[in-house]
C-alpha cells in the first residue's frame, strides 16, 4: 500500500516465485532469491542484477535448477542450454 507522497508503508511484501508465479509466504523457509550480476564486455559489474525467487515448492520438487536455467535461457544470460521438450 502507497501513502499520498507513493512511498510503500506495508510492513511485508510477500514475493512472488519466478519460476511458478505462486506467493512466496513468510514461513517459507525453504525459498531462496538469487540475484544475477550484468556485466560489461571486459567483465566487470555494471550496477544491476537480476533477481530470481523459488520457491520451496520447486525446491522439493527438485526443478529449481530447470527452472533457473529456462528463466536464465529467457533473459539472456545463458545459450543452448534449457530447450523445451515434449
Same mark, same amino acid.
Given at each position: 500500500?502507497?501513502?499520498?507522497? @507513493?512511498? /510503500? ?8 516465485? %519466478?519460476?511458478?508465479? $505462486?506467493?512466496? !509466504?513468510?514461513? =517459507? ?13 571486459? @567483465?566487470? /559489474? ?8 523459488? %520457491?520451496?515448492?520447486? $525446491?522439493?520438487? !527438485?526443478?529449481? =535448477? ?21
Amino acid at each position: 500500500m502507497e501513502n499520498d507522497q @507513493g512511498v /510503500l508503508v506495508d510492513l511485508y511484501v510477500p514475493r512472488k516465485c %519466478s519460476a511458478t508465479n $505462486r506467493l512466496i !509466504g513468510a514461513k =517459507d523457509h525453504a525459498s531462496v532469491q538469487i540475484n544475477i550480476a550484468d556485466v560489461d564486455e571486459s @567483465g566487470r /559489474l555494471t550496477g544491476t542484477n537480476k533477481a530470481y525467487a523459488i %520457491s520451496g515448492f520447486v $525446491r522439493a520438487r !527438485g526443478e529449481s =535448477d530447470d527452472s533457473i536455467n529456462r528463466l536464465a535461457t529467457n533473459d539472456g544470460y545463458l545459450k543452448n542450454v534449457w530447450s523445451y521438450q515434449k
